[in-house]
Nanobody, 122 residues
């Protein structure tokens, strides 16, 4: 199995930036779709950004233009650069992986990190 560990969460003011990282226990670059999901208390888990095995990307409308997903294949690391943060971005952010292609629903992902809290306050 693939173990995923997120880091980089924290508390930031509205308009600020954070960079999340996800370290994978095995090489995933040309085998897996990698994704960032988030979940606020009482809400459904939602996909934020996807990056395919060929490095094509897709974003939720709510974060398009503000967030950037990328991966470092050599280091087996996934990133989420978050800029212009808003209060509604507050959630636990999860790294996830599945084979072989990307899908929007959390139900189809096999591997999950433990999550990292992002809190955006004014």
């Amino acid at each position: 199995q693939v173990q995923l560990v997120e880091s980089g969460g924290g508390s930031v003011q509205v308009g600020g930036s954070l960079r999340l990282s996800c370290a994978a226990s095995t090489y995933t670059g040309r085998t897996y779709c990698m994704a960032w999901f988030r979940q606020a208390p009482g809400k459904e888990r939602e996909a934020v950004a996807l990056i395919a095995s060929d490095s094509d990307t897709a974003y939720a409308d709510s974060v398009k233009g503000r967030f950037t997903i990328s991966k470092d294949n050599a280091g087996n690391t996934l990133y989420l650069q978050m800029n212009s943060l808003r209060s509604e971005d507050t959630a636990v952010y999860y790294c996830a992986a599945r084979r072989p292609n990307c899908l929007w629903s959390a139900a189809y992902y096999d591997y999950w990190g433990q999550g990292t809290q992002v809190t955006v306050s004014s």
